[in-house]
């Protein structure tokens, strides 16, 4: 049997989104994207909002722009952008759901472990509490709860959200930025290289958001969501990471960048994200039972850079 499952992917979501594409038609399903041009396999915000959410199986929301854009500078423009673009399309697409006549039988938000507060010995599982202690754990919280559908929707359609960590892959995110640096030898730790480095391969996130776009059991879904952490099982350290990696390339890694230098280039809000970390297990993800492809650091760089 063939599900059609719509996803919504903009800015700089492209590099997940294209991994979560290629692995549900390699599943035989059939993908259609929401995006701001038309075009083969897509359909418009416009069209959303105008003529509603076309029946589909399941519902992914990757919208956000790209914390780390090199090429913005850290202001309260950027600020701005960063909570609209995830805030506001996923309170359309979740009004969306609710308004259609056959909803989704799931709804995959993708949002991220800031929530967390940094810590070098706290561990987090999707059963932690937590409360907004900054600007990115404020935003965590907007965005889950604009995702939230109402009790009658959510009584057939199962939320979902996933807190990924550091997404790894040759195709894009940190790791572009990062190779070019580490096979040149200028690689480095970032601030003491203490912190938790939180982090997962981009299939294996792939894999976990299929994985929860499954239908739900026989039993009704929960109207809370299911909250699911994206990360590796290992709870690494920015140093373990920035070893392994210049083991892998056979490159030295000698040249640390301190944290004052990271907060001046990014902005101390956002450097926090790298001079910082969490140690966050995935505690409900492995008892799901799902399986990872890459479960520790040597086995996703090489994978990366071969």
Same mark, same amino acid.
């Given at each position: 049997?063939?599900?059609?499952i719509?996803i919504?992917?903009?800015w ?5 989104g ?8 390699d599943?035989?399903?059939?993908v259609?994207l ?5 075009g ?6 416009g069209e959303?909002?105008?003529q509603?959410?076309p ?6 929301n ?9 090429l913005?500078?850290w202001?309260?423009?950027?600020k ?7 805030v506001?399309?996923?309170?359309a697409?979740s009004r ?12 995959v ?8 507060k #940094?810590?070098?010995? *706290?561990?987090? @599982?999707?059963?932690s509490?937590?409360? $907004?202690f900054?600007l990115?754990? =404020?935003l965590?919280?907007d965005?889950?709860?604009a995702a939230?559908l #109402?009790?009658?929707? *959510?009584?057939? @359609?199962k939320?979902?959200?996933i807190? $990924?960590?550091?997404?790894l892959? =040759? ?8 190779l ?5 030898g200028l690689g480095?730790t970032?601030?003491?290289g203490?912190? $938790?480095f939180?982090w997962?391969?981009?299939s ?12 739900p059991a026989?039993?009704?879904p ?8 994206g ?10 990471f920035t070893?392994?990696?210049?083991r892998?390339l056979g490159?030295p890694?000698?040249?640390p960048?301190?944290?004052?230098v990271m907060?001046?280039?990014l902005?101390l809000?956002r450097?926090?994200v790298?001079?910082?970390?969490q140690?966050v297990?995935?505690k409900r993800?492995l ?12 086995s996703?760089?090489?994978?990366i850079?071969?």
């Amino acid at each position: 049997m063939r599900h059609d499952i719509w996803i919504q992917i903009i800015w700089g979501s492209g590099f997940v989104g294209r991994e979560l594409t290629r692995l549900l038609r390699d599943k035989g399903h059939e993908v259609t994207l929401i995006s701001r041009q038309p075009g083969p396999g897509k359909i418009t915000w416009g069209e959303l909002e105008s003529q509603g959410l076309p029946p589909c199986e399941g519902a992914v929301n990757l919208a956000g722009e790209n914390l780390m854009n090199p090429l913005r500078w850290w202001n309260e423009s950027y600020k701005k952008d960063l909570f609209s673009s995830r805030v506001d399309t996923t309170k359309a697409l979740s009004r969306a759901i609710a308004a259609s006549s056959s909803p989704p039988h799931s709804w995959v938000l993708v949002s991220g472990v800031a929530c967390y507060k #940094p810590s070098l010995t *706290a561990q987090y @599982t999707e059963d932690s509490e937590w409360t $907004p202690f900054d600007l990115l754990s =404020r935003l965590v919280k907007d965005w889950e709860a604009a995702a939230l559908l #109402p009790e009658n929707v *959510a009584k057939t @359609t199962k939320q979902v959200i996933i807190r $990924p960590g550091v997404v790894l892959g =040759r195709d894009g995110g940190a790791m572009k930025q990062m190779l070019l640096p580490f096979w040149l030898g200028l690689g480095g730790t970032l601030g003491s290289g203490r912190q $938790p480095f939180p982090w997962i391969h981009v299939s294996d996130l792939a894999g976990i958001i299929v994985h929860a776009l499954e239908p739900p059991a026989d039993t009704p879904p929960s109207s809370s969501p299911q909250v699911f952490n994206g990360v590796a099982p290992p709870l690494n350290t920015n140093y373990e990471f920035t070893k392994e990696l210049g083991r892998v390339l056979g490159r030295p890694t000698i040249l640390p960048v301190p944290g004052f230098v990271m907060n001046a280039l990014l902005g101390l809000e956002r450097a926090v994200v790298l001079t910082q970390g969490q140690k966050v297990i995935p505690k409900r993800t492995l008892e799901s039972g799902f399986q990872y492809n890459y479960p520790d650091l040597t086995s996703a760089l090489k994978e990366i850079v071969s």
